[in-house]
């Protein structure tokens, strides 16, 4: 049934002809009653929108079967499904070329607007003007709950911290082009009739000039860039930019509200006070009241997901943007567990698959390729974009000033500011709904913006080296990178320790107590806090702050707090300094990686899980060991934590270490890190050292590098009684794996490198049966369950390939 609004004058006079015929009220009548001729419905349906303008028009409602919208939910969901199908089209057709999905959900938009199917009559009964109501209030909701969400996965805290960092950078990329653009526009401005003059022409420019942050953040998130200095320096340029549309955002209100300012500016300070002296407290108590690890009561997130909509359906009333109060909702919300990542959680999925569509059918309804007549217009409004664009780039080359960076990297730069997303097509909605802009220059901005978009995503994608996460040229780099191998045994060791989970603090700890730390040879732990990037918009790398008030203790704060506590109460030769990192798990290596080289640390100490909960977590952890040991600068050590004395905590302990050797870079790393647990007084090393019969198919240079760490070994703990030297002899692989089976279960921690050399005949012929790549051949065996039921711990270290030459210990000059 379709809804019909009549004129109540017109009814009135009908009542008084029936009331002198002595007839039945026309309120009497049935609701589906015809109260007009059939020509006059033809009529009325003409008139449809006229009649909505009309401000003396008061409306009564009645329904009809013959009406071009008595089919509305049948066509809404075929419309959706229509976009659905075409989009996912699109993306596997354009997906081997880099494009993003943004592209492909506004292509598909317009595939089915004006411009290609809606140009055709039979085609156009779908998207009628009256099919539309629905699909232009979905697009609305779209609008709002995508801002909301951006604006509360944003971390206010960070804010003002991260606009101090890099407000140089930020501060030029926005100048140059804005004074371009508003340049341009204002001398070009009576060449281009389609665009509103007066005030408006400054919201334009600053349009044109400055990178919208949800767009960034989603740009750098499909692109894998989160955690690399590119993409932060890039987020902090486009927080910097939000800061000034919020502000731009108000003055857009005013403006819109010219004749009624004074309504305007009450109702909106009255919802900022409600929101963020009732709503933001009520969130906090929330938060409070929530226990860490449950999820929020379904009423708190009912609530929580209702208010986005009624706040904006407010704003929008009272004569404000409804993206205002969309904002409003989200900044008092914070970002992260546990109610804004279950927030996010929730409305994520319903906005980018239900809402969203909507949002680009109605996008595609504005793009009419037919309606570019004006072909001067389209070519001055064409310039002024590019300038725009290639002002932006032009900035990035002044801020080399500040910053420093390479030419190649510069230019990656330039481009990811260039991105353009939902952002610039919502204010293109709202430009439109208001008549600021004409339906040419609504297409012609977005010809270029998706045009632009297309074309810049693929060649980050291309150019931009995932090896390289610094902005810096990489040769510098290279200097800085250690290993155990390369580290002066009496100088400071620095080990950055990675932990997921409160259960391994205590036996990360007790390693770092086991390598013997002295006032000769003092051990600094950056101990990190990895967790995965939920319900945020940014990546987190920074020290960890115990000062900082929280609304809640979470389990950072237990878990640097019992780090702190046992470190003091150790050797005053062991200290730590807290670090949280906050990134998704395929990207988490990259901030890693980054903080070793920053701290100049030769060692990464991560641990191992297995038997989690969630399979799909411990598939990522697996994979984040892997991404960490082939993009590490340095030596990367992999704890299998099966339960490590306690008695490491008392004075008086005792400790037995067994190290595998077959040779290889691995296994000298292995050999330096064993050197320095050799001189504790309470620890007793056992080394096995494994050679293969009759094989002389290995590396010469590789063999000689063994003997020589082998023998420096030997002469250095001639005359300890804590390490005992063992030599074993196998003609094979299966030789080889029951000899380390037949070692009785006396050790409390095993030590193997991961691999024997590239190639290795070993390797390959255990390659098979390996269960987790990260362990290696020999870990893997020794972690299993079929190796004394999975009781031992063992330690595998792994060299990166990168490194291999330096860790030449006969060549290596070791620093002091």
């Given at each position: 049934m379709a809804t019909v609004v009549i004129n109540r004058k017109k009814i009135e006079q009908k009542q008084d002809i029936l009331k002198r015929k002595g007839k039945k009220n026309l309120t009497d009548s049935k609701p589906n009653t015809r109260l007009m001729s059939a020509s006059n419905l033809t009529n009325h349906q003409q008139n449809f929108q006229n009649r909505l303008l009309d401000k003396n028009f008061k409306t009564c409602v009645t329904y009809h079967e013959n009406l071009v919208g008595a089919n509305a939910f049948p066509v809404f969901l075929l419309q959706i499904s229509l976009f659905s199908l075409i989009s996912q089209l699109l993306h596997l057709a354009l997906k081997r070329l880099k494009q993003p999905k943004v592209v492909c959900n506004v292509l598909a938009g317009i595939i089915l607007g004006p411009s290609v199917l809606g140009h055709f009559e039979r085609w156009n009964a779908i998207f009628h003007p009256e099919e539309m109501l629905l699909v232009n209030t979905m697009s609305i909701m779209g609008g709002i709950y995508f801002i909301f969400i951006v604006t509360l996965k944003m971390d206010k805290a960070r804010i003002l911290k991260t606009v101090r960092n890099g407000w140089s950078v930020s501060v030029t990329c926005l100048v140059v082009p804005f004074t371009i653009s508003s340049f341009l526009t204002s001398l070009l401005h009576s060449y281009i009739p389609g665009v509103n003059k007066g005030p408006f022409l400054y919201f334009f420019s600053v349009t044109l000039a400055k990178p919208f942050f949800p767009v960034i953040a989603h740009a750098m998130?499909?692109?894998?860039?989160?955690?690399?200095?590119?993409?932060?320096?890039?987020?902090?340029?486009?927080?910097?930019?939000?800061l000034l549309s919020?502000?731009?955002?108000?003055?857009a209100m005013l403006f819109k509200a010219n004749n009624h300012l004074l309504k305007t500016e009450i109702t909106f300070c009255a919802m900022a006070f409600f929101m963020f002296f009732i709503v933001r407290p009520a969130v906090k108590w929330i938060i409070r009241t929530t226990p860490e690890g449950?999820?929020?009561?379904?009423?708190?997130m009912v609530a929580m997901l209702l208010l986005p909509g009624i706040t904006g359906a407010l704003s929008d009333a009272t004569g404000l943007n409804f993206m205002s109060g969309a904002v409003l909702t989200g900044l008092v919300v914070p970002a992260g567990p546990p109610l804004g990542s279950a927030v996010v959680k929730k409305s994520e999925i319903i906005m980018e698959n239900i809402f969203m569509p909507f949002f680009y059918i109605h996008i595609g309804q504005l793009f009419n390729v037919y309606s570019i007549t004006n072909w001067k217009?389209?070519?001055?409004?064409?310039?002024?974009?590019l300038a725009a664009y290639f002002a932006r780039v032009a900035a990035i080359f002044l801020s080399l000033i500040f910053y420093k960076i390479s030419i190649r990297n510069a230019i990656l730069f330039g481009l990811i500011l260039n991105i353009k997303g939902v952002i610039e097509l919502l204010l293109l909605t709202e430009w439109r709904t208001h008549k600021y802009v004409d339906d040419q220059t609504v297409t012609t901005i977005m010809l270029s913006h998706t045009a632009v978009t297309a074309i810049v995503i693929p060649l980050i994608s291309m150019y931009y080296d995932p090896n390289s996460t610094r902005l810096q040229s990489s040769c510098k780099l290279e200097k800085r990178t250690r290993t155990l191998g390369t580290t002066s045994m009496d100088s400071e060791l620095r080990i950055l320790c990675g932990i997921h989970h409160e259960d391994s603090i205590h036996n990360i700890i007790n390693l770092l107590k086991a390598l013997n730390p002295t006032e000769m040879s003092p051990i600094c732990a950056y101990v990190v806090h990895l967790v995965e990037l939920v319900g945020r918009a940014e990546s987190l790398s920074?020290?960890?702050?115990?000062?900082?008030?929280?609304?809640?203790?979470?389990?950072?704060d237990r878990i640097m707090r019992a780090v702190t506590n046992q470190t003091k109460s150790s050797c005053v030769s062991l200290t730590s300094q807290p670090f949280?990192?906050?990134?998704?798990?395929?990207?988490?290596?990259?901030?890693?990686?980054?903080?070793?080289?920053?701290?100049?640390?030769?060692l990464i100490l991560i641990p191992f899980h297995k038997g989690l909960e969630f399979q799909e977590i411990e598939t990522c952890l697996h994979q984040l060991n892997l991404n960490i040991q082939a993009y590490a600068q340095c030596t990367i050590g992999i704890l299998v934590?099966?339960?490590?004395?306690?008695?490491l905590s008392s004075t008086h302990f005792s400790y037995d270490v067994a190290v595998f050797f077959l040779g290889g870079a691995d296994d000298r790393e292995v050999m330096a890190l064993v050197s320095r647990m050799a001189g504790h007084p309470s620890l007793t090393v056992t080394v096995f050292k494994i050679d293969f019969k009759g094989n002389q198919a290995e590396n010469e240079c590789e063999r000689q590098l063994d003997e020589y760490v082998m023998n420096e070994f030997r002469e250095r703990n001639a005359g300890n009684a804590c390490v005992v030297c063992r030599e074993m002899m196998v003609n094979d692989s299966t030789e080889l794996m029951s000899s380390i089976r037949l070692i009785e279960n006396i050790y409390d921690l095993v030590i193997v490198g991961k691999q024997r050399g590239i190639g290795s005949p070993f390797e390959q012929e255990m390659k098979p049966w390996l269960e987790y790549a990260e362990l290696g051949i020999i870990g893997d065996m020794l972690a299993s369950a079929d190796f004394y039921g999975g009781t031992m711990s063992v330690l595998v270290v792994h060299c990166t390939e990168n490194q291999l030459i330096a860790t030449d210990p006969i060549n290596a000059e070791s620093p002091a």
């Open positions: 998130n499909e692109l894998n860039l989160l955690t690399s200095e590119l993409g932060q320096l890039a987020i902090s340029c486009s927080i910097l930019s939000e919020w502000m731009n955002l108000i003055l449950k999820a929020v009561k379904e009423i708190y217009a389209f070519a001055i409004l064409q310039i002024i974009i920074a020290p960890y702050d115990a000062q900082r008030r929280r609304l809640k203790e979470n389990s950072t949280k990192i906050i990134a998704p798990y395929h990207t988490m290596h990259e901030s890693i990686c980054k903080l070793a080289e920053d701290k100049f640390a030769p934590d099966s339960g490590l004395p306690r008695s």
